[in-house]
């Protein structure tokens, strides 16, 4: 259902249409390939950043960059047009940053919400604080599909589908959301 998603996202940045979308059994092994390699890298990352603070600097910068090559082979599975890998980088970096910032807004704010209202809401805060972990994790991936086709439509200097950039964002965004609650 995720990798679903991702690839509707990507066909209504670059296409404008997701009615063709289909995902093959090659895109889901890569997809999930991927998905593991990201949470090895986190456990990887704060094992390392619990020995020494310069380690984990280093680690996060080495996280940075395998979390937006790990992108960048899942951008390459989806919908692009005819962008070649590099045109795809930009998406990429804007994924692994924007994760890393949804990260560390999970640990210095979320974490504390949990910590201070599951006596008060239980369950139900719990749920509701991690929901909004996923909807900001889902603004970035929606973000680097949209950053990644408007710099592609800027170079080529034509529109992929004849409609402006924000108006398949809005489109992204609002079909996101249907399938996602539907």
């Known amino acids: 259902v995720l990798l679903r998603a991702v690839a509707i996202v990507h066909a209504l940045a670059w296409k404008g249409s997701a009615a063709s979308v289909k995902v093959s059994s090659r895109q889901l092994g890569i997809f999930g390939a991927a998905l593991f390699g990201q949470l090895a890298l986190v456990c990887g990352v704060g094992a390392v950043s619990h020995q020494t603070a310069a380690g984990g600097l280093v680690a996060l910068v080495v996280f940075v960059g395998a979390l937006a090559g790990l992108w960048l082979v899942i951008s390459l599975q989806l919908s692009h047009s005819d962008a070649r890998w ?56 929606v973000g680097a599909a949209a950053l990644n086709a408007t710099l592609h439509e800027r170079r080529s200097r034509r529109p992929v589908d004849g409609r402006s950039n924000g108006q398949r964002l809005t489109d992204a965004v609002g079909h996101v959301v249907r399938v996602g609650s539907g």
Not at 86 to 111: D, E, K, M, R, W
Request: glycine share 16%; aromatic share 10%.
């Open 86 to 141: 590099t045109g795809l980088i930009p998406g990429s970096l804007f994924y692994a940053v924007g994760i890393v910032g949804v990260q560390i807004f999970n640990i210095a704010v979320l974490g504390k919400l949990i910590e201070s209202k599951s006596t008060t809401y239980g369950a139900l805060g719990i749920a509701a604080t991690l929901l909004l972990g996923f909807f900001l994790m889902g603004r970035v991936i």
